[in-house]
Every structure is written in C-alpha cells, then in structure tokens.
C-alpha cells in the first residue's frame, strides 16, 4: 500500500463514526486473518483419526471475525479456502449491508457445520 493510500485510510478512519470505525477495524482483521491461512499441501498425509469438532462456546457478546476465529478453531479440519467465498459475502453482508452480526454469525455456524458433515461424508455431493 503506498503511502498516499494509508494517509485516505487514516482520513477516512478518523471521520467515520466510532462504531463504523469499529466495524473497518473488524473487516480490516477479517481480511488480515484471511491472508494467513494455511493450505494443507498437496501430498501431505492426514492422520487417519476422526476428526471431531472442538467444543467451544458461543459467548454472548461476539463479533463476526471473532466468530469467525471461534469457528475455525472449532472445525480445524476443514479446508478454509473452499469456504472463503461464503464466509467472505457473509462478512460482507455485515460490514457493507449492515446485516446484524448475530444473523451472519447464526448463517457461519450453519455454513461451517454444513461443511463438516460434507467432509465426513454426509453430503453425496462431495
């Protein structure tokens, strides 16, 4: 990014509302955690265990990265990248569209479920 971009970035940020600056700073950190996802190597060899979600709890206040990141470690088995495109318009519906983050974060926890039976076999479309 060149230094002209970060300086609008920064106007941008400083004339925004607190909670929309919140909301760039949660799509900002989305995109972040995004870029550092690691691909399983083609070849590489997977334990033959099952593999079983973790348990961890929704709290009661979350926002939709941190959900995100919650869900991700809940299904760790999971190939992220085949996921990106849904979880990306999903982000997208919140930050851009204003949809509630407990309504996106309902529809990701559907979507990383529906993906976890699809990787064990429960969906013929595999």
Avoid: C, W
């Avoid at 920064?10 to 909301?23: F, G, H, K, N, V």
């Avoid at 348990?55 to 809940?74: D, H, N």
């Avoid at 318009?89 to 990701?108: F, N």
């Amino acid at each position: 990014m060149s230094k002209v971009d970060e300086k609008r970035l920064r106007d941008i940020l400083r004339r925004l509302p607190e909670s929309q600056a919140r909301t760039l700073l949660e799509f900002a950190e989305f995109l972040d955690a995004r870029g550092q996802q690691t691909l399983v190597a083609v070849g590489e060899v997977v334990p033959a265990s099952v593999p079983v979600p973790q348990t961890i709890e929704r709290p009661a206040q979350e926002s939709v990265v941190k959900a995100i990141k919650r869900l991700v470690a809940t299904y760790p088995m999971l190939d992220r990248s085949k996921m990106l495109n849904e979880t990306s318009s999903l982000m997208t519906q919140h930050v851009i569209q204003g949809r509630s983050s407990i309504e996106v974060i309902d529809e990701l926890e559907v979507a990383f479920r529906r993906h976890y039976e699809k990787f064990m076999g429960g969906d013929s479309q595999k």
